[in-house]
């Protein structure tokens, strides 16, 4: 059955965990658990400990937990600095006792881990993209995760809309339930979909115009106004004709750009572009920055950040809004000289009346950085995956749970 058949007033129905008995039995949860890493450790655990309810939940409940996760991009090899052992050291701490990590996903060493689990334990499975079949959604490989396991839960919704075999293939060989974090994610996000309070705007970021252009024509037709910042915005500033000096431009695009200027135009969208910026010969934290006008970039230096005239004007549409989604910051937040255009905005949106969602990805990192997680509706863990279910587009982990 298809997400759009499955669902009613526009809100999917998944099989949720509570609606089963997990007393005794070997649950095999899917967490996202990808997260950064600094000097060994994990540097940022909004991840870890949105999943902490349901893993709470199962263990009270008489469940033994063995918890499957990714980290980074290893393509199928064994990568040794994307073990998942500092991400057992941190849950370790959260959880206030030992969770130990299991050197491989599938396997004779799970088996004997999990045979010698009893109710309420928890181990960590390490990554399991260390496997190609993970991505390939290997059939073999996707039975082999699930032998040891009576029941499957997944509570990643970042990957849900990737067809792999921990997101996907178990669920052919273990009776497979949403956990909590997930069905929120749900829930929100189709309510965001079906039925925003309006008037409703798209604050738009990011490096690239690219990974946003698709949510940019999907949600056109349902938005009162879109806010474009970050790199996204110098293909949109150079459609208009503007010299935007060395920043980056996707020429490729500018036809589309154009195309969707058009529509907002046509549609009485608001598409809201920066005024002015914060430019610079550099990248880096010792890089000089100069505002000039959006439309003045001299020649020999790159837009990095939004500067404070284009900060007021979107603060002050923000604050009329009734629903805002923001994804993607407003400059490359992770050098000093340009974060503060991304932080006055999560400023503004952190005290905007309106239902704020923030996409997960960087700009959760963004908010985090900052100190502003708790100031909004909701934060969401998705990145690719909260735009994917923005857009329609097919969820194939989602698909296989629903009820």
């Not at 199928?76 to 959880?95: D, H, I, M, Q, T």
């Not at 928890?122 to 079949?133: A, S």
């Not at 178990?170 to 009776?175: H, I």
């Not at 997930?182 to 965001?192: D, I, N, P, T």
């Amino acid at each position: 059955m298809g997400l759009e058949s499955a669902t009613v007033m526009g809100m999917l129905k998944l099989r949720d965990v509570k609606e089963t008995e997990v007393k005794g039995k070997r649950v095999l949860l899917r967490a996202d658990f990808n997260v950064p890493l600094k000097d060994g450790k994990v540097a940022e655990d909004f991840r870890i400990r949105k999943t902490l309810p349901t893993i709470n939940w199962l263990r009270e409940n008489g469940a033994s937990v063995a918890i499957v996760s990714h980290l980074g991009r290893p393509k199928g090899k064994v990568v040794p600095e994307l073990s998942l052992r500092p991400v057992a050291e941190r849950l370790s701490g959260l959880l206030g006792e030992e969770v130990p990590l299991i050197g491989d996903c599938i396997g004779d060493e799970v088996k004997s881990a999990v045979d010698e689990l009893g109710p309420g334990g928890v181990i960590l499975l390490e990554n399991v993209r260390f496997h190609p079949g993970e991505e390939e959604n290997d059939r073999s490989f996707a039975r082999q995760l699930a032998e040891p396991f009576d029941l499957y839960v997944n509570d990643a919704f970042a990957v849900c809309h990737r067809a792999h075999a921990s997101t996907v293939g178990v669920t052919e060989y273990l009776p497979s339930y949403a956990g909590f974090l997930l069905q929120e994610e749900v829930r929100v996000l189709s309510k965001l979909r079906e039925s925003p309070e309006r008037p409703f705007y798209l604050l738009i970021g990011g490096k690239k115009a690219k990974d946003k252009l698709g949510v940019l024509e999907e949600m056109l037709s349902k938005v009162d106004g879109i806010l474009i910042g970050g790199g996204a915005a110098f293909t949109f500033l150079k459609a208009k004709g503007y010299e935007i000096g060395k920043s980056v431009l996707e020429e490729e695009l500018l036809p589309k750009v154009k195309e969707i200027a058009e529509r907002a135009y046509k549609e009485d969208v608001l598409l809201l572009l920066p005024r002015d910026v914060v430019v610079a010969r550099e990248l880096s934290d010792d890089a000089v920055g100069t505002v000039v006008p959006a439309d003045r970039i001299p020649p020999d230096v790159m837009g990095l950040d939004i500067g404070p005239e284009t900060v007021r004007v979107f603060s002050e549409k923000l604050k009329e809004a009734a629903t805002v989604v923001w994804a993607g910051p407003m400059g490359a937040f992770e050098y000093k000289p340009f974060a503060k255009g991304t932080e006055l905005i999560a400023k503004a949106l952190a005290e905007a009346p309106g239902f704020t969602v923030v996409g997960g990805g960087e700009t959760g990192e963004a908010v985090i950085k900052f100190g502003l997680e708790d100031k909004f509706d909701h934060l969401s863990t998705g990145g690719g995956a909260t735009l994917a279910f923005l857009q329609g587009k097919p969820m194939p982990a989602l698909e296989a749970l629903v009820a």
